[in-house]
Every structure is written in C-alpha cells, then in structure tokens.
C-alpha cells in the first residue's frame, strides 16, 4: 500500500522549535522530489519547502533560514526542522511526492504563547 505519513507536529511558543518527519513508500520516495506543503485556516494550500532526489532545495520565501528540509534515503523519509517559529507558521504540514498524487493525513503545528 502506498502511503506517505507525516509525524512530529504539536504546539509550540513563538520562537520554538519542531522537527517533522514524513515516512513514505519506497516506491514513491527513491529517486522523485520530496516536498512539504502547509495549509492553514481559510486558505490555500502552499509550498513550504522542496527536495530534489539528489539533494537540492528550494524554499518558500516566508521561511528561508528558519526551516531546514532534507531526506534519509535509507529509511524512505523526508524531515522538515523548524526554528524560529512564528504564529503565522500555524497550519497543517502535508508532505508530498512527486510519484504520487495523493496525499497523507498531515500534521498540525500550532504556534501560540
């Protein structure tokens, strides 16, 4: 069965930390690109972070240098760290194949003193 499954949300202070991991199928995680994607309360769902199965990144412009994507090609699994976080970074955390068009259950991240 394929599957991706996210991990590691909670609720966190302004300015704390959270490390999120997403466990995936092989068969839709070697070799594609991994992403994370983030939908919060009333709007769109938006990309957070992206990598590439070689290794390259790319980010959304709200959280350079506060988030950190990267993947364990051994264990299938794509983590994204987030520091510094911010009220306005509260939302679910989806992560995403490019193999695959579905979509796991997410995580929730709330932000709040």
């Known amino acids: 069965q394929v599957q991706l499954v996210e991990s590691g949300g909670g609720l966190v202070q302004p300015g704390g930390s959270l490390r999120l991991s997403c466990a995936a199928s092989r068969s839709i995680f070697s070799g594609y690109a991994m992403a994370w994607y983030r939908q919060a309360p009333g709007k769109q769902r938006e990309l957070v972070a992206r990598?590439?199965?070689?290794?390259?990144?790319t980010y959304a412009d709200s959280v350079k240098g506060r988030f950190t994507i990267s993947r364990d090609n051994a264990e299938n699994t794509v983590y994204l760290q987030l520091n510094s976080l911010k009220p306005e970074d509260t939302a679910v955390y989806y992560c995403k194949s490019d193999g695959f068009r579905g979509w796991g259950q997410g995580t929730q991240v709330t932000v709040s003193s």
């Open positions: 990598i590439r199965a070689g290794g390259s990144t």
